[in-house]
């Protein structure tokens, strides 16, 4: 399940593994000869936001989610010694 989701937000939305030097900074901010700013080289943690609150607003984000859920259920079948209480919840969704 956990494959699925990691997935889903590197490849399908592309956002990135966020670590030192993968989100622009203000103080990474470059001007041109002219004065301009340049657009920033990478993207800002605004956008990796945006992108992610779109998934979820458009419902792709919630669809993979609810894949998890089933995937996490259908293995807990295979194992029923290691179940603890789990209310099933994707069948209902």
């Known amino acids: 399940a956990s494959r699925k989701m990691y997935t889903h937000v590197r490849q399908n939305l592309k956002l990135p593994f966020i670590v030192e030097g993968t989100l622009w900074r203000p103080s990474d901010s470059a001007k041109t000869p002219d004065g301009e700013a340049t ?11 945006g992108i992610a609150y779109d998934a979820i607003r458009r419902g792709s984000l919630y669809t993979v989610a609810v894949e998890c859920i089933r995937d996490v259920e ?6 029923p010694h290691c179940l603890v209480n789990y209310p099933t919840c994707a069948s209902r969704i």
């Open 39 to 49: 657009p920033p080289p990478l993207p800002t943690m605004g956008d990796v936001v």
């Open 74 to 79: 259908q293995d807990m079948g295979k194992y």
